[in-house]
């Protein structure tokens, strides 16, 4: 072989290599659902907001793929329509809100069967359902220890409205069930009425607004599980409690909207609960990241409680914190509360 030749086979075989090179780099950047997890979001919403916000920090502090997927509709047809299309593009890891937790089921089941790793955040699915981990606030705990604060704030004697959010929630009827379970142990206080269905803030202040003034002075507090009616609800009242001579409405809410902590610095709304949609959009990011990474669950199915504050006139500016601390302790946690390491490769 002359030294021609010698030297073209030599600048082929460095050419081939830096082609394949050159394919592998454009190979993970045009299929980025080889390593990328999906964090969906079921619509446009606060709440959804700072989930997203949670798992964008967590892609940001780990390096990992994140791709986020905004649903259209609050209904399990449109969430299945959504995940299903990123599946067909090869995402094999999906952070999930279960809105139907029954509906969820036969999705999860889909996933789980083709090789995916799927957790659940916001809200439990139905027991059985496909998914190792649900990471949300303990609904039914949290809707009790607001009622509870209602009650105390009372004097444990009363009348509340109790003003419930989208009645496709799937906490919704546990926060209902919560907040009836309180009032049942206290002679003296009673639920005078229900409203409930609305998912915008217009609506739920209509239909507060229309029940305080049919109702008169019969209501003494009222309890809000969800965001947009707690917002309309301290809209309200920082009119009504600043009246002259009105009787004071007392109101413990869910979430921190900037309005409604205004209104309890104010002094119009005595409370809110904080969740921590950080905490689920953070947690259920790097629960996935471990999974894709070949980390196996301790059980087959785990709840993580991601906490709640009630939020006072007395930590109305220091909860954040509070809240932070939470998911950095869930989290510090998991390799040794949750999973078990990947499995030692044989030689």
Known sequence: MTRNNTLLLTTLGLLALILGVIKLTQNR?????????VL?????????????EGGTAFAKDSGARLRTVVGQESTQAN???NIESMFTL???AFAIYPVDPAGSKGLFARLHNSGCFVVAYGAQPETGTETPFAVATDTRSAATIATEKLVEL??????ILNVLESLTDAN?????????????????????QTIGDVTTEQKAQEKIESALVARGDEVDGVICTGYTTTVAAATLLAEHNRKPGAKFIHCVGLDTDDRVLAAIRNGTMDATLAQNPFGHGYISCALLDLLLKGWQPMADYQFIDSGCIVVTKENVDTFPKDI????????????????????????
């Open 154 to 159: 009372m004097g444990h004697k009363g009348r």
């Open 324 to 347: 932070q601390a939470m998911t950095t302790k869930i989290v510090a946690d998991i390799k040794t509360k949750y999973l078990n390491p990947p499995p030692a490769k044989t030689p």
């Open 90 to 92: 090869g995402y094999k």
């Open 40 to 52: 969906y979001e079921v619509l446009p919403h606060p709440y959804f907001t700072g989930v997203s």
């Open 79 to 81: 969430v299945n329509t």
């Open 29 to 37: 950047q045009t299929n980025p659902a080889l390593e990328s997890i």
């Open 172 to 192: 919704t009827p546990i926060r209902k069930a919560a907040i009836e379970a309180v009032v049942a142990k206290y002679p003296d206080v009673q639920i005078v």
